[in-house]
T-cell receptor, first 113, second 113 residues
Framework: AQSVTQPDIHITVSEGASLELRCNYSYGATPYLFWYVQSPGQGLQLLLKYFSGDTLVQGIKGFEAEFKRSQSSFNLRKPSVHWSDAAEYFCAVGNFGNEKLTFGTGTRLTIIP | DSGVTQTPKHLITATGQRVTLRCSPRSGDLSVYWYQQSLDQGLQFLIQYYNGEERAKGNILERFSAQQFPDLHSELNLSSLELGDSALYFC????????????FGPGTRLTVT
């Protein structure tokens, strides 16, 4: 069964600093990977996705993620965070044959001035 | 705005009651997913419908049921409500079957008193 681990429950970063949120997945074949962001009281918004091809994918709001098969990871990065990036971030994995997405437990991002 | 609409936004009801949550998917999307999000359980997949047919089932209680209508909108029915059913309920839609990106609605916050 596929699974997703987000090892960091809460991360605090200074505004303007770089960010990396970790995501590890467990699945035998090539996974389909996603990052979502959820602001307080809002639904989840898709940031980016990886299906195949270039392992570095660009998303909205200046985010990018890199798929590393050898490490079973799909970490989310941003070179310089803004106060508006404070939110909960979810990594998700899917694959053909199991049509539902499996979500990680989320990482809450706090931005300090 | 994801294009997925959910009503109502908030719902307060008493234990033992029954409620219906409604979701309209993005134009052109045939799959609808229901999720429950609570502080202790995180984001839990409940059920998926594709073009009117149940496609996948997750951690959905027997007290809960769903359906997708010919116009592709979906309803989630929650009955014999318990305090523990208080949560955010999200609907998401995607273009078809398979691990495609899902677009989430704003959610319905259910409070059971």
């Amino acid at each position: 069964a596929q699974s997703v681990t987000q090892p960091d429950i809460h991360i605090t970063v200074s505004e303007g600093a770089s960010l990396e949120l970790r995501c590890n997945y467990s699945y035998g074949a090539t996974p389909y990977l996603f990052w979502y962001v959820q602001s307080p009281g809002q639904g989840l918004q898709l940031l980016l996705k990886y299906f195949s091809g270039d392992t570095l994918v660009q998303g909205i709001k200046g985010f990018e993620a890199e798929f590393k098969r050898s490490q079973s990871s799909f970490n989310l990065r941003k070179p310089s965070v803004h106060w508006s990036d404070a939110a909960e971030y979810f990594c998700a994995v899917g694959n053909f044959g199991n049509e539902k997405l499996t979500f990680g437990t989320g990482t809450r991002l706090t931005i300090i001035p | 705005d994801s294009g997925v609409t959910q009503t109502p936004k908030h719902l307060i009801t008493a234990t033992g009651q029954r409620v219906t949550l409604r979701c309209s998917p993005r134009s052109g999307d045939l799959s609808v997913y229901w999720y429950q999000q609570s502080l202790d359980q995180g984001l839990q997949f409940l059920i998926q419908y594709y073009n009117g047919e149940e496609r996948a089932k997750g951690n959905i209680l027997e007290r809960f049921s769903a359906q997708q209508f010919p116009d592709l909108h979906s309803e989630l029915n929650l009955s014999s409500l318990e305090l523990g059913d208080s949560a955010l309920y999200f609907c998401a839609s995607s273009v078809g079957v398979g691990p495609y990106e899902q677009y989430f609605g704003p959610g319905t916050r259910l409070t059971v008193t």
